[in-house]
T-cell receptor
Framework: RKEVEQDPGPFNVPEGATVAFNCTYSNSASQSFFWYRQDCRKEPKLLMSVYSSGNEDGRFTAQLNRASQYISLLIRDSKLSDSATYLCVVNHGFNKFYFGSGTKLNVKP | EAQVTQNPRYLITVTGKKLTVTCSQNMNHEYMSWYRQDPGLGLRQIYYSMNVEVTDKGDVPEGYKVSRKEKRNFPLILESPSPNQTSLYFC????????????FGPGTRLTVT
């Protein structure tokens, strides 16, 4: 079983739409959680860390559900520039990181 | 400018010819790591380092070596590359207030024939 699983998509949404991605993780001892975005085989860039209480950064909201072992990312008012692949990342402690395969988002005019 | 640099960016080589991919960061981060990215598999961690002279295996360390003699540099060594090591490689560093937030280099696309 994969450590981190994501729906590969693609999610095709119009500009202005709200879109949400989920990511599930298998290890209940996981300690830290992140969302990164990656544009077309370029380097991943940190979007946001995910805190237990949930956190928001502008149009982006991240939530953690430890009981069900998933994290979510909500994007409001989608922009064309949000088109990318979104990577879910989990850390088990001991500084080892596990990446999901990514969810592709296409925002259309 | 805070950054992680990797060299070379593109490399085509032949089976068995030793190669080194360099990685350097200017953010004084303690943590550095190497990943490979393959289609459908996502990024997988090869090796990581918590500090100078401290390295440990990630999920896919076979066929790779690393060293951390200075804080800013973390080279990846392929002693005898094989075609199954053809991949996109990323170096990352992290540290400071949010130790686990990583910043990535631009990637090295390696082809082994």
């Amino acid at each position: 079983r994969k450590e981190v699983e994501q729906d590969p998509g693609p999610f095709n949404v119009p500009e202005g739409a709200t879109v949400a991605f989920n990511c599930t993780y298998s290890n209940s001892a996981s300690q830290s959680f992140f969302w990164y975005r990656q544009d077309c085989r370029k380097e991943p860039k940190l979007l946001m860390s995910v805190y237990s209480s949930g956190n928001e950064d502008g149009r982006f909201t991240a939530q953690l559900n430890r009981a069900s072992q998933y994290i979510s990312l909500l994007i409001r008012d989608s922009k064309l520039s949000d088109s990318a692949t979104y990577l879910c990342v989990v850390n088990h402690g001991f500084n080892k990181f596990y990446f999901g395969s990514g969810t592709k988002l296409n925002v259309k005019p | 400018e805070a950054q992680v640099t990797q060299n070379p960016r593109y490399l085509i080589t032949v089976t068995g010819k030793k190669l080194t991919v360099t990685c350097s960061q200017n953010m004084n981060h303690e943590y550095m790591s190497w990943y490979r990215q393959d289609p459908g598999l996502g990024l997988r961690q090869i090796y990581y380092s918590m500090n100078v002279e401290v390295t440990d295996k990630g999920d896919v360390p076979e066929g790779y070596k690393v060293s951390r003699k200075e804080k800013r540099n973390f080279p990846l060594i392929l002693e005898s590359p094989s075609p199954n090591q053809t991949s996109l490689y990323f170096c990352a560093s992290g540290g400071g207030k949010h130790t686990y937030e990583q910043y990535f280099g631009p990637g090295t696309r390696l082809t082994v024939t």
